[in-house]
């Protein structure tokens, strides 16, 4: 299915008649936003107008790529291997590596990567062969095997003679974790937009076993319990469970066709700066937490900066904005935020985490007399947006 391909970017406007939107898409598009508490787009005038969510949405045979962006000279092809970066960090893509996203597909978006991670586990998969299982059936057959089961086989074999029906114990393929799987395949089937996608998606599904078809949900990964056998399947159920989460039967029922597959820039943000700190800190000599909680008032609310570093017996605070601050100013509101973090975690420093090219800002001391607490700005370059290089750059700045 061959598809057009719209690349716009995070707080970016999309009018019907632009690019191929028609208002049928703009409908599926709202109908999907609903579903999801009206938290990916704002409906304008004459079209819709994206949030802080970024991914892929595919209406039909349209295509929508929406990428993070903080500077306009970037390119669209930057920004999306920024984006591949942020999501392989924080092992939303984990069973894909860079070399393999680029090479021979340049062209592919975040959900074809996706796809082509599940079809390469699939057919790993197939190619060492799936596994099996005794079950239960129940079924007329031409020779008497397992238990007749008299009440159905006097009102079934009324006039064949020659048949019993019987349950006995198959040995085969049919089991949730195939029909999942199969399932899955078929989304990949129905929206691939490339050539080499559908192909590959067609040979592995003439090489799956004949499964029951059953009705397939998110919840039905809560019903899946690994062995010591179907351990294997535990990547390609991972990405499985991506695809067929962000189905949208409830809209594919209509005339549209819909898959999405969006991340909230701002938790990605801080869960990107956080994963990566993490994985240096043994390496680099200092402590790392993000769930520390702090009773602010009464018995229910309470401060939760978004990362604590503790180093050399001091603590440090960083609040992850994913925004350009207006004028390279901090907001008072930022600024409130982090010295009430600083002040409830005895810290001596707080640090505001921007994604951007600027220079660190000078420290700026709070006035409040011989307790001095300072804050910070801090820039994330985009070549610093790799596991290995953003805790070096953070530690150098803090130390």
């Known amino acids: 299915m061959k598809t057009n391909v719209i690349q716009t970017y995070e707080w970016t406007k999309l009018n019907v008649g632009v690019n191929g939107l028609t208002i049928h898409?703009?409908?599926?598009?709202?109908?999907?936003?609903?579903?999801?508490?009206?938290?990916?787009?704002?409906?304008?005038?004459?079209?819709?107008?994206?949030?802080?969510?970024?991914?892929?949405?595919?209406?039909?045979?349209?295509?929508?790529e929406i990428l993070p962006k903080v500077d306009s000279s970037e390119?669209?092809?930057?920004?999306?291997?920024?984006?591949?970066?942020?999501?392989?960090?924080?092992?939303?893509?984990?069973?894909?590596?860079?070399?393999e996203a680029t090479v021979g597909k340049n062209k592919f978006h975040l959900l074809e990567i996706y796809m082509d991670m599940f079809l390469m586990e699939l057919a790993s998969l197939i190619q060492s062969g799936l596994v099996k299982s005794y079950i239960k059936k129940?079924?007329?057959?031409?020779?008497?095997?397992?238990?007749?089961?008299?009440?159905?086989?006097?009102?079934?074999?009324?006039?064949?003679?020659?048949?019993?029906?019987?349950?006995?114990?198959?040995?085969?393929?049919?089991?949730l974790i195939h029909q999942i799987l199969r399932f899955a395949l078929q989304i990949v089937q129905e929206f691939s937009g490339s050539s080499y996608l559908a192909g590959k998606a067609n040979r592995l599904s003439l090489l799956f076993p004949s499964i029951a078809t059953k009705v397939?949900?998110?919840?039905?990964?809560?019903?899946?319990?690994?062995?010591?056998?179907?351990?294997?399947?535990?990547?390609?159920?991972?990405?499985?469970?991506?695809l067929i989460g962000n189905y949208s039967p409830q809209i594919s029922k209509g005339r549209n066709k819909m898959l999405a597959l969006l991340f909230n820039m701002d938790q990605l943000w801080e869960e990107f700066i956080f994963q990566s700190l993490k994985k240096s800190q043994t390496e680099l000599g200092y402590e790392v937490y993000q769930e520390f909680r702090h009773l602010f008032l009464n018995e229910s609310y309470y401060l939760k900066p978004d990362i604590i570093i503790k180093k050399d017996g001091h603590i440090y605070i960083l609040d992850a904005k994913w925004k350009q601050p207006k004028d390279s100013k901090a907001s008072q509101q930022d600024l409130r935020q982090i010295y009430t973090y600083c002040r409830f975690w005895n810290a001596r420093q707080g640090f505001l985490l921007y994604p951007g090219s600027q220079l660190p800002s000078n420290e700026m001391i709070y006035a409040e007399g011989n307790n001095e607490i300072s804050c910070r700005m801090l820039f994330i370059d985009k070549d610093v947006i790799s596991v290995n290089s953003l805790a070096n750059h953070l530690l150098g700045i803090i130390s």
């Open 75 to 99: 390119s669209n092809y930057e920004w999306r291997d920024i984006l591949l970066d942020m999501l392989r960090v924080c092992k939303k893509v984990q069973a894909y590596n860079k070399g």
């Open 138 to 175: 129940t079924s007329n057959s031409l020779a008497l095997k397992g238990r007749l089961e008299l009440t159905g086989h006097l009102s079934k074999n009324i006039v064949h003679k020659e048949r019993f029906y019987t349950s006995h114990q198959v040995y085969d393929h049919e089991m």
């Open 216 to 242: 397939i949900t998110i919840d039905s990964f809560d019903k899946i319990h690994l062995s010591r056998k179907t351990k294997p399947y535990t990547k390609v159920l991972d990405i499985a469970r991506v």
């Open 25 to 64: 898409h703009l409908t599926a598009l709202l109908k999907l936003n609903e579903l999801h508490g009206f938290n990916y787009l704002e409906a304008t005038a004459n079209g819709i107008r994206f949030r802080n969510y970024v991914g892929i949405i595919q209406v039909d045979q349209l295509t929508i």
